[in-house]
DNA sequence: TTATATTTGGACTGATCGGTCTTGAAAGGG
DNA sequence: CCCTTTCAAGACCGATCAGTCCAAATATAA
């Protein structure tokens, strides 16, 4: 039932939620039509449980980069290396899961609003702290306030989420992520 | 005819491509069905007219930020308050066409992705230049390259958008420009 | 083996989709 | 005043939508 929910995840992923048919869904859970209401209640429900696995998964990833355990600026640097990867050619036409519905259904969805705003919040705050941990250690440059930096690469990263769906080379969004970090790290 | 694409265009942009129905368009149209196919051919024939006119005006308002007989770093921070403005509170909710289709349609959509990847061209080139003379006068902090930091701005202002769909306060928006653009320009 | 749950595939529902076509009213020209 | 042309309203089309339901098959238990 993990399972099919994943796979749910990746259909959803893939097409947008209004793009993606019930029998799509059918076909990647290998469940039949009753199976499907019995377990999820309904395509938009089973939506939800796929959204909030995408989420878990993403803050998950955060807690790895930014393990306390390690250099901050590591931390950084892998985070962003992560959106490079993500973002760069056939991986960037696939498009994010989160941003895709932020576009899509944030608006009208009140239950999906809650949890993109959710999501963004949390991921500040883990930039946050990670941004702390880089000025406690002297290598913030000078004037840089960790919450707002914090904001601003949020914004960034989900910028290169979306300019990502035209597939740029990874030479080219990496340079942008290097001339970035360059002007808040030292 | 054109103030048909308009209102059309506001549909679009309120409700995304899948979730807009014929209905939906000949109501903001006030046009029958049959004109409506006679005029424009269908439902994604009028899309893309109704995206090329929200990239026209996107651009042409990018063309006044940056006139060339002003201040390149003025024309910076106007198109960046523009973002700003259009990002926060209720505008933010609102979206972007441009930042929706380029998700929910720019992978699948051959016409659609050609005019997402120039619109974020167009964009990216104008940023240079202005970029490019502020250099020239003197006021881009060191090391910065105009064309490699372009990429960082349209980044993040796109990023922008997409973080606006949770409508936070203008303040938030306006700390992160002037963090950003205060790290790039003096 | 038989009786009882459980789950299956898929028929079926009413609604709505994008797109076509007919009908009738209005407008314009002779 | 009549005839032609234009265009709007909406009936209609097959396809597909999300969701319900049931009969047959399978699994479980006694």
Redesign the pocket.
């Known amino acids: 039932m993990d399972a099919a929910v994943e796979r749910a995840m990746d259909v959803f992923w893939s097409r947008g939620y209004?793009a993606?048919?019930?029998?799509?869904?059918?076909r990647a859970t290998?469940?039949?039509?009753?199976?499907?209401?019995?377990a999820f209640?309904?395509?938009?429900s089973l939506f939800l449980r796929a959204l909030d696995r995408y989420i878990a998964g993403a803050l998950a990833r955060m807690d790895v980069e930014f393990d306390p355990r390690n250099d901050p600026v590591d931390g950084l640097r892998a985070y962003l290396a992560g959106y490079v990867d993500r973002t760069s050619g056939s991986n960037g036409r696939r498009g994010c899961l989160l941003v895709a519905t932020a576009m899509e259904l944030a608006g009208g969805d009140a239950e999906v609003g809650r949890r993109v705003a959710g999501f963004f919040k949390a991921m500040e705050a883990k930039v946050t702290n990670a941004l702390s941990r880089t000025k406690a250690a002297g290598r913030l440059a000078d004037g840089v306030e960790p919450a707002t930096a914090a904001r601003v690469l949020v914004c960034f990263v989900e910028g290169l989420r979306v300019v990502g769906k035209t597939a740029p080379t990874r030479t080219t969004s990496q340079a942008a992520v290097d001339a970035l970090i360059g002007r808040f790290v030292r």
């Open positions: 209004h993606t048919a019930l029998p799509d869904l059918l290998r469940l039949s039509r009753g199976s499907l209401y019995a209640g309904g395509k938009h």
